[in-house]
Structures are given as C-alpha cells and as structure tokens.
C-alpha cells in the first residue's frame, strides 16, 4: 500500500529469533537512540507494552496520551504513531505479526476483543493482581525468548496466547462488558472491510457485496447499531486518512486525493470540506498552528 512519506517499519531480526514475526523489547531506564521514532510512523505489527515507568507523551491516529506507570498499552499494524520526545522507560513490549500467530495454529486468536479493539482503546489500567500475573507471565516469555531450539516458537506461541486471551478480559471488562450480538458482529465485519478497501471502493454496494448481503440490509443494520448511515463510515475513515497525511507529511493535497481514490482532486477538495467544514489546504494549516 502506498502510505506517501510515512514509513512503515517492520520488526528486525535479533540474535534470539530466526524470522521477523515476534520480538521482545526490554528497557530498563536507558532507550535507545531512535530519534526516527519521533517523526510520524506506522507499524506493520502488533505491539502490546506493559510500561512500568514513563513520562512521555504519544500521539496515536491524532489522539494524544501521557504513557502512564504500571499500564498496558496496545498497538495495532498501520496505526499512525508519534512519539513527542525519547525519554528513559521502564518497560517490555512484545511485538508480533499475524504471520506468527497463523504459523502456530492461533489465527482464531486475531477475533480477540483486544486485537480487533472495537472500542479503538490504546491502554488497560491495571490492579496489583494483574501486575503481578503479567510481570509473572512476561518474565516466562523472556526466558523462553532467550532459548533457541525447536520447542521455542511454539512455548512463546503459548505464552503469548494466554497473554492476549488474560488481557482481552481486562478490554472487555475496562471498554464494554456487553455480549456482541450478530447485528453488532455485522457491523464490526463492515468497518474492517473498510479498513482493508477505504482507497478502492466508497460505496456501500461495495461492500455489501463482499458481505454477501445486499446493500439495502446492510445500510438498515448499520444504522440501527451505530446511529449513522453506512456510507458516513465510510466517509469518516476516508476524513481520518486525509488528516493524518494532511497533519503529518507535506505531501500535496491532489497526492493525497490520489492516494484515497478519488481521481479529481477538485471533487476530494469539495467532499473534504463537506465532511469538516474546511478545506484540506485550511485544515493543514489550522491543526499545524494548534500542534506546531
């Protein structure tokens, strides 16, 4: 995917693992110099970090947050992410693709309420019990981490499953502690279809069709659910695109109306003030004189 200048980095391979899927990250007061970190990035994995101590700000996807002590902090792929500064932190991430748990029999594992995140949170607060059953759970991950041999994928597939599984009760708890009925799993299936197709298809026949349902079905149930028509969901993951690139890069504004799918930069500029009351140009400007 085209993502103009904002990088997307993939995790690197250490001493400790044969392939790019699953990485552990420990820091004990001293971070290392990545001052790439501190410009506008994406991921093209998962991140799920328990910070012990912090005191850095974070922007993700234009919400900004101060990292808190003693909190677990989660991360999905192609998030815009932005560090403010690089301070000292007392924490330990583990970082994995969808690769890693389709390799281990775990892809059931991705329906999580913690990696599917319909709430769109970024952290969990924590009780001393789960401190406790986490520090416990990620000092095994970290010993099995350090073991190479033919057992050790498959111990860190299982830790890492108990982990996910131990904090998608906490989301669910924390976020909304209400069953999903069939309705609601349509309309949760509707909105990742759009995070997959935003750039190719803006119409809700569209993505009917690769619901298999028809368009009329789909525009009642989304709209009994969430209160607005199915195609203002898609209209407002296109706007929360725009913004990032907008606020984020220098691209022009046709590049960017381009990168979106629309083929007339006119027609983007037209439909983007619609949707904010401003045009691209005025938006870039007004967010870069609030956040310089």
């Known amino acids: 995917m085209n993502t103009l200048t904002v990088p997307v980095y993939s ?3 250490d001493e400790f693992m044969s392939d790019r899927h699953f990485k552990i990250y420990h820091f004990e007061g001293d971070f290392p110099d990545r001052s790439e970190l501190l410009i506008p990035h994406r991921k093209d994995h998962y991140l799920i970090a328990f910070i012990r101590k912090a005191g850095s ?5 234009m919400n900004s947050f101060d990292l808190k002590d003693n909190t677990v902090y989660f991360f ?3 998030q815009l992410i932005v560090k403010e500064e690089v301070k000292q932190l007392w924490s330990t991430g ?3 693709t969808k690769e890693f748990l389709s390799l281990y029999g775990n892809g059931a594992l991705l329906k999580l309420p913690l990696l599917v995140n319909p709430y769109n949170g970024y952290e969990l607060e924590l009780t001393a019990a789960d401190i406790l059953f986490i520090e416990e759970l990620l000092q095994k991950l970290q010993t099995e981490y350090r073991q190479k041999g033919e057992w050790q994928q498959k111990m860190l597939s299982a830790y890492l499953t108990v982990l996910l599984t ?3 009760r906490l989301y669910t708890a924390q976020y909304k502690g209400n069953e999903v009925n069939s309705e609601q799993q349509l309309l949760k299936r509707f909105q990742a279809k759009i995070d997959e197709s935003y750039q190719q298809y803006h119409e809700v026949n569209d993505y009917a069709s690769m619901l298999n349902i028809s ?3 789909l525009s009642d149930v989304i709209r009994s659910q969430s209160g607005k028509p199915a ?3 898609i209209h407002d993951r296109l706007i929360m695109e725009a913004r990032r690139l907008l606020f ?21 500029n037209r439909f983007f003030k619609r949707e904010t009351g401003l045009t691209p140009s005025a938006y870039r400007d007004q967010t870069r004189a609030i956040y310089p």
């Open 11 to 13: 995790l690197e391979q």
């Open 57 to 61: 700000r974070q922007w993700i996807d």
């Open 76 to 78: 999905g792929p192609h």
């Open 94 to 96: 583990i970082a994995f």
């Open 166 to 168: 131990y904090l998608s």
């Open 215 to 217: 368009s009329g079905h």
């Open 231 to 233: 195609i203002k969901h």
């Open 248 to 268: 984020h890069t220098d691209q022009p504004v046709k590049d960017i109306s381009f990168h979106l799918g629309f083929a007339d930069t006119s027609y983007f």
